[in-house]
């Protein structure tokens, strides 16, 4: 059910607290409140803005703020004259960079006011208890979530027992983009650390809004990329010890490909590249040689000319046989973690032993 006037109305107070410099949420919230006849907070809200954009050094915005103060009658003239003669001297100088705290919404920044009024309108109010889950790992449910108020906490278990706190998201964060984009299972559990209202979205409503914007929809799978490696560098038994410093780099430097069913992966003239290593986090791909399928590799499998170790026969195919999602990571890491991290030695050289066994029957390597 799409938010009434009064539910938009207190969103936008919300998100303007989360992001006080946010262009795209205080223009609108400013024209909502003309609209419930309340100039003093609009023409307040507008007096705010100006003085944030001219500590900025964002001249071209303040102006326009400054002349929203004046058509809505803000009664401290002499202020707004002095602000005007800032920002008209420093246009076109550069202007500083927004703090974190004020860092326009990325969800929305590609949107126009309308289009991303239009977007937070089709989303639903929840109010969550402190410790309720919101979502559990491994569930079907493909909703997006946005942190109106409060602060969750984001949690993964992995197949051998461990727990760990991946973080906390707060005010103006987001949440269940990879379900909601990859159509997946949930990859980790979250739970509210303390009562928290949040914006429930449906799949297809932000599908839509990717449709209706290319470049959010960019935005939005940087993040759904970068959250599902995080979650993987919890996840896979071989990269659970990783020290922090190590587990940013995986993050950062690696980055997520989908392929659909009958796309070859490797072919016999790929077989001496050596770029890169994959993981597969979803699907299952056969290996082939001489045309037939001689093993599949499931999710956490390995594969890749990263090391003579990982190599597979010059003579192997990989084809996808369903879609399938794959970690794709420099050589680079692969080098560095097998000769830093016994365990993930360990955890390589235990799952290359059982893959070239399997290569000679039907096995699916589920490790």
């Not at 071209?60 to 703020?65: D, E, G, P, R, V």
């Not at 072919?267 to 037939?292: C, L, M, T």
């Not at 990989?318 to 879609?323: D, G, Q, T």
Request: with cysteine.
């Amino acid at each position: 059910m799409a938010l009434t006037k009064q539910e938009m109305m207190q969103a936008y107070q919300d998100l303007i607290a989360a992001y006080p410099e946010d262009l795209r949420i205080a223009r609108p919230l400013i024209q909502m409140l003309q609209a419930r006849g309340d100039t003093e907070a609009a023409r307040n809200l507008a007096m705010e803005m100006a003085r944030r954009m001219v500590s900025l050094g964002y001249s071209s915005y303040a102006l326009a703020f400054l002349s929203l103060c004046e058509q809505l009658g803000h009664p401290d003239t002499d202020e707004i004259e002095s602000m005007k003669t800032i920002a008209e001297l420093t246009l076109g100088s550069p202007p500083q960079t927004l703090s974190e705290a004020g860092k326009v919404f990325s969800l929305i920044e590609a949107l126009s006011d309308s289009e991303s009024q239009e977007f937070l309108r089709q989303g639903t109010l929840c109010k969550v208890k402190k410790g309720e889950v919101i979502v559990k790992q491994g569930e079907i449910s493909h909703n997006f979530y946005l942190i109106l108020e409060g602060e969750v906490r984001v949690q993964v278990d992995t197949k051998s027992g461990e727990h760990f706190e991946v973080g906390s998201l707060k005010q103006g964060d987001f949440f269940g983009e990879v379900a909601c984009i990859y159509q997946l299972p949930r990859t980790a559990t979250v739970v509210a650390f303390v009562d928290s209202t949040l914006l429930e979205f449906s799949n297809e409503t932000v599908d839509a809004m990717v449709h209706m914007s290319p470049i959010a929809g960019d935005s939005l799978m940087k993040v759904v990329q970068r959250r599902m490696i995080e979650t993987i560098s919890f996840m896979h038994p071989a990269f659970t010890k990783l020290g922090a410093e190590d587990r940013q780099w995986l993050e950062e430097d690696s980055e997520l490909v989908e392929y659909f069913p009958g796309r070859v992966l490797r072919k016999d003239s790929d077989a001496k590249e050596a770029a890169f290593f994959y993981v597969i986090v979803f699907g299952k791909i056969e290996a082939k040689r001489g045309g037939q399928t001689k093993c599949i590799l499931g999710v956490n499998a390995m594969y890749g000319n990263a090391s003579p170790t990982l190599r597979l026969p010059e003579d192997t195919e990989l084809v996808a046989v369903e879609r399938t999602l794959a970690c794709r990571m420099p050589l680079q890491i692969f080098d560095t973690f097998y000769n830093t991290y016994a365990d993930f030695e360990l955890w390589v050289n235990n799952h290359v032993s059982k893959r070239n066994a399997a290569l000679g029957s039907s096995v699916i390597l589920n490790n």
